[in-house]
């Protein structure tokens, strides 16, 4: 028993190692993006998160269990009393006590103990599982928090700019170069924008409230998040094979492990029990006679043995344990599909995200190039402010897209990281 628990512990520690290395390879997107709050967080989020807790807990509940199945049958004590007493040659039984104990066949405990650690050892993948969708969370949380963020940056930075388009359009009503609509189209461009921004405002507060419930902390807050994600230059090598030791996979081997543990328990319990006993009986001496055994108490050892002869349990145990085995392996093999389609559609939305990256930022200098023209434009007399309002919203658009391609592109790194790290 000790040896056991001392291996699932020893089990525990490679884990724990195994999440450090893991943690690791998260938060490479981490230092790349020179953050180091979003590594705060995530290790605030692996120490105080609710659900990691109660996976934890689960395992220390299924560890504990270990102690439980180290144990013999109850120990059967028995009293009676001779209401007619029987008459023997050395005197008259008055009183009967017996003691037994039943003991499992040869291995059924060390087979409940090996089945008890295989059902441990599965259980704690789900910690592992937890650890990973909890950084997964959080940093994609986290994503959207810059997001918005850098919407909100773009944002205020337009509407700067229609600011002093509007004053250019002003000056030039006063001198006849554009009429007052030309003024209240940027007026109303400028609320538009300013309810966006509003929106955008209230947005954040309800990610954040999320962000700190990952963090199981008061939803209040303040969440600090960088300035500027870069695009990278290039893309990181994906080793694509590690999805096979996923944890969502190795589970269903520890699951089908068990089964086998429980299959060879199975065949210990269909085994006979022997039972080991004392009776004892209370004899009280014959009056008026004298000889050596006159009242001489009975003392009588036993032994017993329990044969399951209608063992159509263990037979229907032993069919289960085979479709449950088939039933795993089903499983397993459906959630390798699931991952793997998962994991392909993120590195081809990453890619897309790169390439959308390039294509905005082309059209975000174009549209510059256009709003200088326009502003030179304006030194020789003349000047379009429906051109201007136009390419407002074409720079604002690109900008946004940019916004939106380098936040896909670590969310979907993230998805890539949780499924092949």
Known sequence: MEYRYKNTMKNYNKHSVYKGVLLLGFLFFVLHVRSQELETYINEALANNPEIQKFQTQFNIASEKLNEVNTLPNT????????????????????KLSAKQMVPWFGTITSRENYMSSLADAKYEDIVIAKRKLITSV????????????????????????????????????????????????QMRQNEMAQLLNVLEQQFLAEQTNFNKLLNRDKSIEVSVIDELMMPSENFEINTENLALHPELLKYDKLFASVEKSELLNQKESSPMIGFGLDYINVEQ??????????????????????????KKYKSQTKQNKLQQQEIE?????????????????????????????????????????????IKS?????????????????????????????KTYYMQSTIINYLTE
């Not at 028995?78 to 009183?95: I, N």
């Not at 081809?348 to 059209?363: F, V």
């Open 76 to 95: 059967e004590f028995s009293a009676g009393y001779f209401v007619s007493e029987p008459e023997t040659r050395t005197g008259a039984q008055r009183y």
């Open 139 to 186: 940093s994609q949380s986290y994503y959207n928090l810059y997001a918005n963020k850098a919407k909100q940056t773009v944002l205020i930075e337009n509407i700067k700019l229609l600011e002093t388009y509007e004053t250019l359009a002003l000056t030039s009503v006063e001198v006849g170069k554009a009429s007052a609509v030309d003024v209240l189209r940027l």
């Open 286 to 311: 014959r009056p008026n006679m004298d000889f050596s055994d006159n009242g001489k108490d009975i003392i009588m050892p036993m032994v017993s043995l329990s044969i399951p002869l209608f063992n």
């Open 330 to 374: 089903f499983q397993k093999q459906e959630r390798f599909n699931t991952l793997e389609t998962l994991l392909y559609k993120a590195i081809t939305d990453r890619i897309s995200s790169r390439m959308s990256y390039t294509t905005q930022a082309k059209n975000l200098k174009q549209a510059k190039d256009a709003e200088e023209i326009l």
């Open 378 to 406: 304006y030194e020789t007399g003349t000047i379009n402010f429906n051109d201007v309002l136009d390419i407002q919203e074409l720079q604002l658009k690109f900008q946004i897209n940019q916004i939106e391609s380098v």
